[in-house]
């Protein structure tokens, strides 16, 4: 199974996810063609509600540990559904690789 695939599949099973995007951000780096290694997740979901940043994160690693040492990074962007519609649906843009040409 694919690790997007993988992924994909655990946080679908763990969380009442009211919207997800996995994106494969593995082109931007200095990697091998096709591979899965750099992954922006957006995930809103209101069992964060009143967990601060961090505690969101703790709890999507926890989730994944399991899959993390398979992969090199992961950009989290994580919201209750009032804070996805405050930001009108959107998240922030990754920024460039620095080290890959």
């Known amino acids: ?18 919207y997800i995007s ?4 593995s082109y931007m780096h200095n ?3 096709d591979s899965e290694s750099h992954f922006k997740l957006i995930l809103v979901c209101d ?14 690693y926890r989730t994944l540990s399991e899959i993390m040492p398979k992969i090199h990074a992961l ?6 559904t009032k804070e ?4 009108n649906s959107s ?6 690789c620095h080290g890959g040409e």
Do not use: C
């Open 1 to 18: 199974m694919k690790i997007q695939t993988e992924i994909e599949s655990i946080i679908n099973q763990e969380f009442d996810v009211q």
């Open 22 to 25: 996995l994106e494969n951000e």
């Open 31 to 33: 990697v091998p063609k």
């Open 47 to 60: 069992i964060f509600n009143g967990k601060r940043p961090v505690q969101r994160h703790q709890l999507v």
């Open 75 to 80: 950009a989290l962007h994580l919201y209750t």
């Open 84 to 87: 996805w519609d405050e930001r």
């Open 91 to 96: 998240a922030p843009s990754s920024p460039k």
